[in-house]
């Protein structure tokens, strides 16, 4: 009775192990789907020996590193981090930090240039034309705007 459990034990590890290594494997046949969905002979052929492999006493690193080096990088779903994959890792943390940069910066110059107009304002030094209208258009309250009995 104890053997059968212990055996049983076995073959659910084996099971479950294999599963979450089949999760993370790419079917090379359809692409969009990991090999533990797809019903493509590759997927079942893949299956097997992942099963094969855990029962020959591999570990799951090592049976990543034999599908790796039998079908290439593109099998795993999750890519190393090396200077081939760094611009595409790094690329979402890029644009948003030159987003915020160009946001900053605006925001910056906005206030630097009011601010250098006020001052010169106060020094006596005259605006120049266009300086004149920001000016005006900072300082002019916004017009209400005009409701009608309905409410539009």
Known sequence: MEGDADALKK??????????ISHNVRCTECGS???????????????????DEIRAG???????????E????????????DLQTAAIWLSP????????GVWAYRRHKLR?????????????VPLTPKEKQTMLDL?????????TWWGM
């Open 11 to 20: 073959v659910q590890t084996v099971e479950a192990r294999a599963r979450n």
């Open 33 to 51: 789907q990991s090999i533990e969905d797809s019903q493509a002979d590759v997927a079942v052929l893949l299956r097997k020996l992942i099963r």
């Open 58 to 68: 591999k570990s799951d690193k090592e049976i990543f590193k034999k599908l790796e």
């Open 70 to 81: 039998d079908f290439g990088e593109t099998v795993l779903y999750t890519p190393h981090f």
């Open 93 to 100: 943390f890029f644009v948003a930090g030159t987003a915020a």
């Open 112 to 124: 630097t240039n009011v601010h250098i107009m006020a001052l010169n304002l106060v020094r006596g």
């Open 139 to 147: 300082l002019t309250p916004p017009q209400p705007q005009r409701r």
